[in-house]
């Protein structure tokens, strides 16, 4: 019998496997498509506090998120790294929002109608600063955009802007590595395997999957339900339990473009709908643009861009780039479905982002979780644990700050160094090529290269890069099974393959697996 059964592998269900088993706990993680493959690899790719967050006066859930992201930076560096967002400021700006902030400022200065004066603006960037405690990343700094390179791409309008920082993370990749850790600390992560039943019992839960070899019953002492859109399904119709909470689904839309411009900052656009959204410099080539906060009707695998959304970004963005961006500039859209903790908030962008464990005790246990932030995903599986820690007599304390995902035992600052070392080792390996794997493996993407002398000697040339070599590493240890999962979801390959090697990598793919199953 294993100790933890959990439901769903996304950022919350893998950093709980993670945390869960290396404090000595059996677990078992099922998934029912691939790992990541909903709302964790659907997000914005930032690890950041929220700066807009503090309108809403959720201090605690800004706090907990600024101080994770240097936390998060030492154990990830080879899929996370430091990035300066740029939040361009003119006094005619005007924002109609609802927000506890605007509403006090209408009540204090009813004079400024809408408008956000630079003091206050100031006021927020120095709380972010200093809340999370900063000590990697640097502090805010105010631009003349008159002068300054980031303002060259900008309407003339804008003379000034606060330069602040933030970080950029590898989203799916993250899930993919926490549950590859999860599972060498002794956790089973399966994949394509839905979960059809939970029964509860007085002391465990007898759980039915019907995975590649048909249906199996798993036994646990406590069962966590971390299906993310899907959680609230589990509740009623997996383990068929009667509850009253329950999630806001919110539709987040993105648009990838060419690049817009060429420097490697980011752009906090504010638009006077009280929206924010973010133009971010993207795979080296693209630029990304979101996002969206839209109600989402419909199954949350249903979730697409829409028209609307595709062109209310693009109007947004347009009010502060100098060029129109154009349906034509659009190479890319995705959009993924943000299942909020249903706290009755009247709009999707007023729905809080702070995370609920609701434990049920009637029984063997049941963790439901709700909500939550990329950023937060550590500190929820840690409050997950802590709940379930005294149904768990002996279990191990706190142990995942700052310790390595795979592939990231190396310095912050130490990029650069390793690519380096890895083109030294394998010359034949273009810039980008180099980049590209450190970027999604670290110190094993030498492993992924093996022996190789010659990029001949890596087999199957897939195009983009993507190598036979690296496939194999994929489904071996990370757990592809298709096309879609290694070229939107390990990585973003899809941008720079066509149609036709898609296909033709699914083939191959499916012909390996069907000729040994039991490898992968």
Not at 276 to 299: M, N, R, S, V, W
Request: hydrophobic share 40%.
């Amino acid at each position: 019998m294993a100790d933890l059964f959990i439901i769903g592998g996304g950022i919350n269900g893998c950093g709980i496997a993670r945390d869960a088993a290396g404090r000595g706990l059996s677990v078992i993680l099922a998934e029912q498509g691939d790992l990541a493959q909903a709302t964790s690899s659907s997000s914005t790719k930032l690890f950041h506090g929220g700066l807009r967050y503090l309108e809403y006066f959720e201090f605690r859930l800004v706090r907990e998120a600024l101080e994770e992201r240097e936390t998060l930076l030492a154990a990830m560096p080879h899929i996370s790294w430091p990035m300066r967002f740029v939040l361009p400021w003119h006094r005619d700006m005007r924002f109609d929002t609802d927000t506890p902030t605007s509403r006090l400022l209408g009540l204090v200065m009813p004079w400024m109608k809408g408008r956000r004066p630079a003091w206050l603006i100031r006021l927020g960037l120095f709380l972010y600063d200093t809340l999370g405690g900063r000590k990697i990343l640097p502090p805010t700094r105010t631009l003349d955009l008159a002068t300054d390179p980031a303002g060259k791409p900008l309407h003339p309008k804008f003379r000034h802007a606060y330069e602040y920082s933030d970080c950029w993370i590898e989203d799916s990749r993250l899930v993919v590595l926490n549950a590859r850790d999860a599972q060498a600390r002794g956790a089973r992560i399966l994949v394509q395997t839905p979960v059809i039943s939970a029964t509860r019992t007085a002391d465990h839960w007898e759980v039915v999957t019907n995975g590649e070899g048909g249906p199996i019953t798993h036994r646990a002492r406590a069962l966590v339900n971390a299906g993310g859109p899907w959680v609230e399904d589990i509740i009623r119709n997996v383990a068929r339990i009667n509850s009253t909470e329950g999630v806001r689904l919110v539709r987040g839309s993105h648009v990838v473009t060419r690049k817009l411009y060429d420097h490697d900052r980011c752009y906090f656009f504010q638009g006077t709908d009280g929206r924010i959204i973010f133009a971010i410099p993207y795979e080296q080539d693209f630029t990304l643009i979101g996002t969206t906060d839209k109600d989402h009707q419909g199954a949350p695998k249903d979730a697409v861009c829409t028209d609307e959304e595709r062109d209310y970004l693009l109007a947004f963005a347009s009010n502060y780039f100098a060029k129109p961006v154009t349906r034509d500039d659009v190479v890319w859209t995705y959009s993924g479905v943000r299942p909020l903790y249903n706290d009755g908030a009247k709009s999707a962008t007023a729905a809080t982002r702070d995370y609920v464990l609701s434990l049920d005790q009637t029984g063997a246990p049941l963790l439901n979780v709700f909500g939550g932030k990329i950023t937060t995903y550590r500190r929820l599986a840690e409050s997950a644990l802590e709940k379930l820690s005294p149904f768990f007599p002996g279990v191990q304390g706190k142990w995942t700050a700052r310790q390595p995902l795979p592939g990231g035992n190396f310095p912050v600052d130490g990029v650069a160094n390793l690519t380096a070392r890895l083109k030294s080792a394998h010359p034949y390996l273009s810039d980008y090529h180099a980049a590209r794997l450190i970027r999604a493996y670290g110190t094993e993407a030498a492993t992924v290269l093996g022996n190789a002398k010659s990029f001949a000697d890596l087999g199957r040339d897939f195009g983009a890069t993507l190598t036979q070599a690296e496939l194999n590493w994929l489904m071996t240890h990370e757990y592809a099974r298709h096309a879609a999962d290694v070229v939107w979801r390990r990585s973003k390959l899809g941008l720079r393959m066509t149609p036709v090697q898609i296909a033709a990598l699914d083939d191959f793919m499916t012909t390996r697996q069907a000729a040994n199953p039991a490898a992968e």
